[in-house]
């Protein structure tokens, strides 16, 4: 899942994102600016929203909606983007270009590797962190956590937790409140492609020319959107499997 926020802004634009396609990182040039300036733009406007409407506004619980494109606040370009995007991803698995996918050793190297414990997670996160015990990931390697979403100071609107797992690769499971005040997240319809225990969600597949591959699995629970990536070697639709089991088991 690619949530897309811009710095330096106000609480309610700093949550203000839009879940986009896995595709979406390999627009042209001329694509990629007609849709970071649609996203600038649209943050712009959530924030003088929000500086006129004052304090009030930031109070307001945060949302999760699906929307279709067609409801999209966006110029056609914009919308044809997306639809080509998703028309990218219902074909199937998604062949992407060499080093667009890291290694293995790449990205363990990169990871994170602090840990901490539930009690100091609970005191940082606006709920408790989703319980992953009867998952697959329950007794998966522990490489480390680092917070995510909106960050003042310790605390955090989100958490990701990485894992090694045998046969699969590097997993990531991220999970964001949207309930924070203020928070706005979007999803568009066209692109749910699958269902968690009866919840919509979509699920994508990437290989390359050298044999790496990567699943993403995103999901809405009634206060969080959760978001399952597994990274390495191997058969892409076997991870694809795996995530949709890890996700069937996640607990809050």
């Known amino acids: 899942m690619h949530s897309t926020t811009i710095p330096g802004l106000s609480l309610v634009t700093l949550l203000l994102a839009i879940v986009l396609p896995v595709g979406s990182t390999y627009a042209s040039s001329e694509q990629a600016d007609a849709v970071g300036q649609w996203l600038s733009d649209r943050a712009m406007r959530?924030?003088?929203?929000?500086?006129?409407?004052g304090a009030a506004r930031s109070l307001e619980e945060g949302v999760y909606r699906l929307i279709p494109l067609a409801e999209l606040d966006a110029p056609e370009p914009v919308k044809e983007y997306f639809r080509e995007q998703f028309q990218r991803s219902r074909s199937g698995v998604v062949r992407v270009p060499k080093g667009t996918i890291p290694s293995q050793q790449a990205l363990i190297m990169a990871l994170p590797k602090v840990w901490r414990s539930d009690a100091i997670l609970r005191q940082r996160l606006p709920n408790p962190p989703s319980d992953l015990q009867k998952t697959l990931l329950g007794a998966a390697e522990t490489i480390g956590m680092e917070p995510t979403g909106t960050i003042e100071g310790l605390k955090?609107?989100?958490?990701?937790?990485?894992?090694?797992?045998?046969?699969?690769?590097?997993?990531?499971f991220n999970e964001k409140?949207?309930?924070?005040?203020?928070?706005?997240?979007?999803?568009?319809?066209?692109?749910?492609?699958?269902?968690?225990?009866g919840t919509p969600g979509q699920i994508e597949m990437e290989v390359d020319g050298q044999g790496r591959s990567?699943?993403?699995?995103?999901?809405?629970?009634?206060?969080?959107?959760?978001?399952?990536?597994?990274?390495?070697?191997?058969?892409?639709?076997?991870k694809a499997i795996v995530l949709q089991q890890i996700a069937a088991a996640v607990r809050d």
Do not use: C, H, M
């Not at 955090?156 to 990531?172: A, H, M, P, T, W």
């Open 156 to 172: 955090s609107s989100g958490l990701s937790r990485f894992y090694r797992v045998n046969d699969i690769g590097i997993v990531e």
């Open 177 to 197: 409140n949207f309930r924070v005040p203020g928070g706005v997240i979007e999803a568009f319809v066209e692109a749910q492609n699958t269902d968690i225990n």
């Open 214 to 238: 990567r699943a993403t699995l995103v999901w809405a629970g009634k206060d969080k959107v959760y978001t399952l990536t597994a990274t390495g070697d191997g058969d892409v639709e076997r």
């Open 46 to 53: 959530a924030a003088e929203k929000d500086e006129a409407q």
